[in-house]
């Protein structure tokens, strides 16, 4: 069934806002793609390997074939709003997934019909479960060699641990797969080549038998965990069509049941079915719990307080949304919106609670992908685009004046990966530095910083990939030529045996007044970093204000170690003597004297080196914990401990950061992208000598 995507504004009852989640390659993009044809919203349809796709627009994404930026697409089906964003699938861009699914109703998770459940499909998965969204499940490219749907559907349960209500029966095996069978109706769904919609018939034969067998399965795993269900189920020992599509949508709804699906995308085969289950089990603004936050007086510059205001998905209620996705066009600065409460016209000046500032929308926009339709207005249940606004940014919440509230933002994951960039010519410099930051507004995740010891500028972000993508959208959006490196690791020496007694005479004389300054200084190792200083001199043979001269040379001693001229740090100095001249003293002199003498010291010394250390903690499947052990020990790591919790090994370990570069791509590659790790600096050990000198 065909629909004009400009339909009159319809009941938020009849609005569906959700995502396709999936691994790389399940077929997402595609999924999205023969939605947007079957809706009639596009009169093509996309392909992935050709570059056509509508969501998939980005350069980047048709020269790889891969999902990036999750787009945000508009449609109409069967009387009803479907506001879709299609998600990345590679774990480098789980943070793009995250910010959809916080402005999400529900999910279509999509899976491989040969490979089943495949490792970004748990991770996904497991991020959907903790924003409470309700999913059905897609079983994709049914026509391919090996595909099995009960052996999917295992995975499923398996794996993800749902109860699967399998709805459908298909019709043929790999390249004979023709339909389904539509075991709520009790239909057959064919679909011949090269036709566009689906051909609807009576169950006959030997596939009526089947399909009997599995529809009563239906009735009796519906039945178990619905009441009314149970009920009818117990009079008539069956359950009629409407009864059972109610208890369906119920189970979706309360997380208590998967309502799953099959069919092949690519060939146009069950996106119709698809589609209608969308309507019917996936809920509307109005079935999911009215949003939370907490309220923010504006003009006060004070924090939100902790009492928690609900907005309900009124269109008469004040005005609340929040921003979840900001790109930066040749036309403008689209600010992407979930409306949560009330309604927005352009023109109107709303709050930016999170900024504390007022913004006005100049336009707004329904979404599709790099296209848009202009709106007059915006109601609850809608994600739309704004042209207008200058301070929001991704987790931003606008509300109206009168009535300010603060909503939840997005979680943004911690950076894992880092590398230096830098311009290729000087000239550049100041384009690099605006360049960077537009790419840190776009996208959380990444973050900008500079090394204040190297002054390396250092781009962090969720793997390599996530910082390739980065650097190449500079290099093509803004011909801007950057050298990309690997950040050196910033070293630190320190003490390991202290000397005692040395004597340093600083002497210069140039005609005029000299410099003369004579001190003893004692050097030792210290328990804590950083540098001690205490002076042990008595009968005032060196004057405080010399003193005070001598701690200070000692300090621009420790700039550089003998060793690498690395920073020096752990170590105590103490001035036991010393002696002035009455006319060429002075606080240079002894100055000069601290910082020679010290730098003497130090290389009378046994030196050691130190490198810094991140405390790592690492969570994989159990199966998994033998290679992360080894692996940790080849990257020179010592582990701390180790915990199982929800099914899952946690690994703890201290790790030289020099050994953390590409470690997540190592740890996705041996754990087939189950494994995650997060890093937090906490301080400097021993290094082996090889290492950090010159």
Not at 127 to 153: C, E, S, Y
Not at 264 to 280: F, H, K, M, Q, W
Not at 600 to 613: F, Q, S
Request: net charge negative; hydrophobic share 40%; with cysteine.
């Amino acid at each position: 069934m065909r629909n004009d995507l400009h339909t009159p504004d319809r009941h938020l009852a009849a609005v569906r806002n959700l995502g396709i989640l999936a691994h790389v390659d399940a077929g997402k993009t595609t999924v999205t793609e023969r939605i947007l044809y079957a809706t009639g919203t596009t009169h093509k349809r996309g392909e992935v390997h050709d570059g056509t796709t509508v969501t998939d627009f980005d350069p980047q994404e048709r020269d790889r074939g891969i999902t990036i930026f999750a787009a945000a697409v508009s449609c109409a089906w069967n009387g009803h709003r479907v506001n879709l964003i299609d998600t990345p699938g590679h774990v480098d861009f789980a943070d793009e997934v995250e910010r959809a699914l916080r402005v999400l109703d529900g999910a279509v998770a999509v899976f491989d019909a040969v490979a089943g459940v495949e490792p970004q499909s748990e991770s996904v998965w497991r991020q959907a479960d903790r924003h409470g969204v309700p999913r059905i499940a897609f079983v994709n490219k049914m026509d391919r060699a090996g595909a099995d749907l009960d052996t999917a559907v295992a995975s499923i349960r398996d794996r993800l641990h749902p109860v699967p209500l399998v709805v459908q029966l298909p019709i043929g095996a790999e390249d004979t797969f023709t339909g389904v069978v539509d075991l709520v109706r009790m239909r057959t769904l064919t679909w011949d080549d090269g036709a566009e919609t689906a051909v609807d018939g009576p169950v006959v034969g030997e596939l009526r038998e089947e399909a009997l067998r599995r529809r009563r399965l239906l009735e009796e795993a519906v039945a178990e965990r619905h009441p009314a269900a149970l009920e009818e189920f117990c009079d008539r020992e069956t359950l009629s069509a409407e009864t059972l599509t109610t208890a369906l949508r119920d189970l979706t709804l309360s997380g208590d049941g998967v309502v799953v699906l099959c069919g092949s995308a690519y060939r146009n085969r069950g996106i119709e079915p698809l589609l209608d289950a969308v309507v019917e089990c996936l809920p509307s603004p109005l079935d999911v719990p009215a949003v939370r936050g907490t309220r923010a007086v504006p003009g006060t510059g004070a924090a939100p307080d902790e009492e928690g205001e609900r907005r309900p998905a009124d269109p008469a209620a004040p005005f609340a949304a929040l921003a979840f996705k900001v790109n930066a066009t040749a036309t403008g600065r689209l600010t992407y919106l979930r409306v949560y409460s009330g309604t927005v016209e352009k023109g109107d000046t709303v709050w930016d609670a999170t900024a504390r500032r007022t913004e006005r929308i100049g336009r707004i926009l329904r979404v599709r992908a790099d296209r848009h339709a202009p709106l007059d207005r915006a109601v609850a249940g809608d994600i739309v685009a704004v042209v207008g606004l200058k301070s929001a940014r991704a987790g931003s919440t606008l509300c109206a004046p009168d009535a300010p509230i603060v909503l939840e933002p997005p979680g943004v994951a911690e950076p894992v990966v880092s590398v230096a960039v830098e311009p290729r010519r000087a000239a550049d410099a100041e384009r690099l530095v605006t360049a960077l930051a537009r790419l840190a507004e776009e996208d959380p995740s990444l973050t900008v910083r500079t090394d204040p010891e190297t002054g390396q500028t250092l781009l962090s972000g969720m793997g390599e990939l996530h910082l390739e993508v980065a650097v190449e959208k500079i290099r093509r959006t803004l011909a801007l030529e950057v050298n990309v490196g690997r950040p050196r690791v910033t070293y630190r020496e320190t003490v390991a045996r202290g000397v005692s007694g040395l004597v340093f005479r600083h002497v210069k004389q140039d005609g005029g007044a000299g410099q003369f300054a004579h001190v003893v200084l004692d050097v030792e190792p210290s328990e804590e970093d950083g540098f001690a200083f205490r002076s042990a001199v008595v009968g005032g043979r060196v004057p405080q204000e010399y003193v005070q001269a001598v701690e200070a040379g000692c300090r621009d001693a420790l700039a550089e170690g003998p060793l690498g001229g690395h920073a020096v740090t752990g170590l105590r100095v103490t001035l036991t003597d010393g002696a002035t001249h009455v006319k060429d003293s002075s606080e240079t002199a002894f100055r000069t004297a601290g910082r020679l003498g010290l730098r003497e010291a130090l290389r009378a010394c046994a030196m050691a080196l130190l490198e810094p250390v991140a405390e790592v903690t690492v969570t994989v499947p159990e199966d998994a914990v033998g290679t992360v052990l080894g692996d940790l020990a080849a990257c020179r790591g010592r582990v701390t401990g180790s915990a199982v919790r929800g099914g899952a090994a946690v690994v703890t370990a201290t790790v030289p950061l020099a050994e953390l570069f590409g470690y997540a791509t190592r740890l996705r590659s041996r754990t087939q992208g189950r494994g995650t790790f997060t890093a937090r600096p906490t301080g400097y050990a021993p290094a082996p000598a090889a290492v950090g000198t010159p």
